[in-house]
């Protein structure tokens, strides 16, 4: 049965493992056996993640963003988390949508699944 599922990334990609690892937990629930319908939001520290000045293969992340592209997943990073960090919307990559703070709590709400990562 296919579901809504929501991977939230909330720690920051430098010396941690989550960022990449969450991705991959992503491209594997939306490439699964059911095909979930999977969004990934760049929350809290996370969103350090979303820039487009991130190294994403120093990180381990594109090849995992190039399978989550070709399974529909969505990126999003929150508008809020964004805020509290002085990170303005030139900065995020083109394939990431920001979304208010309401739409992401929204979004987690209607949610079937969440990963937090």
Same mark, same amino acid.
């Given at each position: 049965?296919? =579901?809504? &599922?929501?991977?939230?990334?909330? *720690?920051?990609?430098?010396?941690? /493992?989550?960022?990449?690892? $969450?991705?991959? @937990? +992503? =491209?594997? &629930?939306?490439?699964?056996?059911? *095909?979930?319908?999977?969004?990934? /939001?760049?929350?809290?520290? $996370?969103?350090? @993640? +979303? =820039? ?66």
């Amino acid at each position: 049965m296919k =579901r809504d &599922v929501v991977v939230m990334l909330t *720690r920051a990609p430098y010396g941690r /493992v989550h960022v990449p690892e $969450g991705l991959r @937990a +992503a =491209r594997g &629930v939306a490439a699964g056996f059911d *095909r979930h319908d999977v969004s990934v /939001v760049f929350t809290q520290d $996370g969103v350090y @993640a +979303a =820039r487009e000045a991130i190294d994403r293969d120093a990180l381990n992340m594109a090849g995992h963003l190039a399978d989550l592209d070709a399974e529909d997943g969505d990126l999003f990073v929150d508008a809020a988390s964004m805020r509290k960090r002085d990170v303005t919307g030139d900065e995020i990559a083109p394939d990431v949508s920001v979304r208010s703070g309401e739409e992401v709590a929204s979004m987690i709400e209607r949610a079937d699944h969440t990963l937090d990562f």
